[in-house]
Each structure stands twice: as structure tokens, then as C-alpha cells.
């Protein structure tokens, strides 16, 4: 399957919301102690978290070059599983920045990208490891790899000097003069031309349903994302290739996909407020239930100080369908929706023809060990790789009172995959 790299936006917006909770969370902290003291400690913060992403970097730069010589399936699986690692622990330490989406766009994609190939290859490759094909594609990633290295490793130094600072809430106690990191980052990705296209039977299809035949006009566009949140937009901010529009407001940004589907927002305001979480709970779902999502189950809940974020995933035939998520922030001063990302929803949200369970429920549950008790089931539709695997989702605890989700594969009866 061919995949263009480039034309795949927007992959970090879910790691976005995180980010805007937590750089909300420093806010909360600015307004009770001392501005000096608070900006030396988001200074550290920020600082070593972003030389976490340097580390990051330079470790997926260095497993992808010894991929450009693995043969053979065991230097192979490592070097795969070097990638993730790093890809990982990239995206963790990013989400702590205090950027906004397009900052992070053409970065965050590359990073999406060579862990989801590290992914597949984990799954296809032989006992003969890499092909020359895919050490070939090893070079490709390795070739930005290496110029993005070289220029975090650059904008690292510029940080530690002092020349470039952080973005809010760091700069709100800045004297003005310094370059910030938001505008250092959107020069750097500039720079990092195109990414290379990539063969392989990913996560990325070549078509995705971002993608569509007939895009609304920037007017459409400004006009749903006014409707959907009760805001006067502003003027554009940006517009990628596949017509997503972002749009700024007082106080934050709101994206739109080429379909008028309202893709994600985003706050940048101070919270400071104490309303209980199950009532901001009951908030988000009454929002989704208000824009027409329909068949929606929450299925995780966190609070970060006074936004609480909740994902919820929506049903089909009775059947939970894990790729299509939505995530929604709620401020606890006040109820507002904080932060708002359907970005997964509409990139996977389809009719499905789903066939009936090969294996019934008390067979598949054979599949969980004794040290567990199951306390529920339901049927759930998980994501694999770019496919679809119908499952049970047994909802169980251990001898110690702890929350386990295995999940087993409706067809064949065997464990999928195991949540704790």
C-alpha cells in the first residue's frame, strides 16, 4: 500500500489536549507563588523535558541507522523494538511541551510514521529479518532522523543559553526580547523538508477519510467551528494540505476538517476551580450527546489539578468500537468544554458489517487465568495495526483488588491483548 507521509496531519492532537492540561496545571501553580520562582522552576521543567526529547531523538536516529544493516530476525526484532522505545518516549516527553498542534506537526508525524513501520515490521518480518527493500526504508527515516537531531540538539543549546524560552505559561514572565519555542519550532520544521513515501500495509492508508472529494470553503469551515462551540472565530491560522483549516479565538484554537467535521479544540486559559469530577463527567457526555454522537460509553477518566479529560468510544450493535474515540476537557470553575479532540472518531467512524463471534462468551473466557475474577464483559472492537479485531473485553481484578482488562479474540478464543 502507498503511503504519503507528508499528507498525514494532525497525529499528535490527542497528545495536544494532554499537553494543554498540563501546561494549564502550571497556570494554577503561577498564580500562588512568586512569578521569579515559578518561571526558574518552568524553565527546569520544560528544559528537561525537552532534552528527554533530544535523548529520544538521538536514540530512534541510532536504531534506525543500525536497521540500514540488520539482517536476520533477531538484530532485526531488536532494532524494531529500539524504534518504539524511542518513539515512545519522544511523544511522552512532547506532550509536556506547551506548544500548540502545528508546531509539532511535521515532527510529530515522522515520529507516527517510523513507530508504526517498526510496528508492522515486528509483526512481518521473517527469520531472515530486514529486506534490502526495508533497510532500504531504514535509510529514508534515517536520513530525518538525522536532521532532526542535529537541530533539536541546536535549539537544546539556544534553551540553555537562554536565547530561546519557553512558551506559556514560562513566557508570561518573560522581559520580552527572547525568541520562544513555538516560533523556534515552526522554523525548525520548516526546514525539515519533505518526508520520504514509504511502501507497507501500516496504519496510514493512502486514501483516509480526512480526505474528501468535494472540501468546504474557509467560510463553511469558520462557520462550523462557530456553531459547534459558540465562538466568533478568527482569522486562519493555517491550512494543511488535506484542507484542514485552524482557526484562532479569544483564547485557544479550534481545527476543521475538508468534510466541516469539527476536529479538535483547544483552551489556553487559567483554571482554577473545584466542581466535583463525576459532575464534569456527566458534562462532557452531555456535550457529545448535544453535538449528535450517538451510542457513546466513557471509557477512561483524569483529572489534572482543574481539568478533568474524559475519552469515550461509541457503539455498534452492541459491539464497543475502540478506534472510534473522542476526547473531551472539562474546567472545573466554571463547566466549560476546556479542550475537545475528535480526530480518531472521524478518521475511523463507519458502517460496519460485523459477523457474529466464532467463539462463544464462556468459551473465550477459558482464556483467563485463575488469579483473575471476572467481574464484566462486552464485546469490543480493538484496533490492530490497520485492521480490526472483533474481541471480549473481560473486565477483571486481581488477588490484590486491582483493576485488569484482557481481551480475547472472538474467533480463534486466544488472548489479544491485556490492559492493567
Known amino acids: 500500500m502507498h503511503i504519503t507521509m507528508r499528507k498525514k496531519t494532525f497525529v499528535l492532537i ?11 496545571g502550571g497556570y494554577g501553580i503561577a498564580q500562588s507563588v512568586n512569578g521569579r520562582a515559578y518561571r526558574l522552576t518552568a524553565e527546569y521543567g520544560y528544559s528537561h523535558a525537552f532534552s528527554e526529547v533530544v535523548q529520544s531523538v538521538d536514540k530512534l ?4 541507522k543500525r536497521g540500514m544493516y540488520a539482517t536476520g530476525s533477531e538484530v532485526s526484532a531488536e532494532v524494531c523494538a529500539d524504534i518504539c522505545g524511542s518513539c515512545q518516549a519522544a511523544e511522552m516527553t512532547m506532550a509536556v ?6 508546531e509539532l506537526e511535521h515532527t510529530a508525524a515522522f515520529i507516527n510514521i517510523a513507530e508504526d513501520y517498526a510496528e508492522y515490521l515486528l509483526k512481518t ?3 531472515n529479518g530486514f529486506s534490502d527493500t526495508e533497510r532500504a526504508n531504514m535509510a529514508s527515516l534515517a536520513e530525518i532522523s538525522e536532521s532532526l537531531k542535529k537541530s533539536l540538539r541546536r535549539l537544546s543549546s539556544d534553551i540553555n543559553d537562554g536565547s530561546v524560552l519557553m512558551d506559556a505559561p514560562e513566557d508570561a514572565f518573560a522581559d520580552g526580547g527572547a525568541k520562544v519555542m513555538s516560533e523556534a519550532m515552526l522554523k525548525m520544521e520548516s526546514e525539515l523538508g519533505e518526508l520520504p513515501t514509504i511502501d507497507y500495509n501500516g496504519s496510514f492508508p493512502e486514501t483516509t477519510k480526512a480526505e474528501f472529494d468535494n472540501p468546504v470553503s474557509e467560510k463553511a469551515a469558520k462557520k462550523a467551528a462557530e456553531e459547534f462551540f459558540g465562538i466568533e472565530a478568527g482569522d486562519t491560522e493555517y491550512k494543511t494540505d488535506g484542507g484542514v483549516f485552524c482557526f484562532g479565538f479569544d483564547g485557544g484554537t479550534v481545527t476543521v476538517d475538508a468534510g466541516g467535521n469539527v476536529l479538535s479544540m483547544s483552551s489556553q486559559r487559567s483554571v482554577a476551580g473545584d466542581m466535583e469530577s463525576s459532575e ?3 458534562t462532557a457526555e452531555k456535550f457529545l450527546d448535544e453535538k449528535g454522537f450517538e451510542e457513546m460509553k466513557m471509557l477512561s477518566s483524569s483529572r489534572h489539578d482543574s481539568v478533568l479529560t474524559a475519552v469515550f468510544a461509541c457503539g455498534t450493535g452492541g459491539v464497543l468500537c475502540e478506534n472510534d474515540c473522542v476526547k473531551v476537557s472539562v474546567a472545573a470553575d466554571d463547566g466549560s468544554i476546556y479542550a475537545f479532540d475528535a480526530t480518531e472518531y472521524y478518521k475511523h467512524h463507519t458502517k460496519r458489517q460485523l459477523s457474529a463471534p466464532g467463539v462463544s462468551e464462556a468459551a473465550a473466557k477459558a ?3 485463575g488469579s483473575l475474577t471476572v467481574k464484566g464483559t462486552e464485546l469490543v472492537l480493538c484496533a490492530d495495526n490497520s485492521l480490526e479485531r472483533l474481541c471480549y473485553a473481560f473486565d ?12 480475547v479474540d472472538a474467533n480463534t478464543g486466544k488472548q489479544f491483548k491485556i490492559k492493567v
Open 61 to 64: 536516529d541510532n536504531a534506525l
Open 367 to 369: 482464556a483467563i487465568p
Open 396 to 407: 477483571c481484578v486481581n488477588g490484590g483488588g486491582e483493576a485488569v482488562r484482557v481481551f
Open 125 to 127: 518480518t521473517g527469520e
Open 97 to 102: 511541551l506547551p506548544f500548540s498542534t502545528q
Open 280 to 282: 464534569l463527567e456527566a
Open 14 to 24: 490527542v497528545t495536544y489536549l494532554t499537553a494543554a492540561v498540563l501546561a494549564l
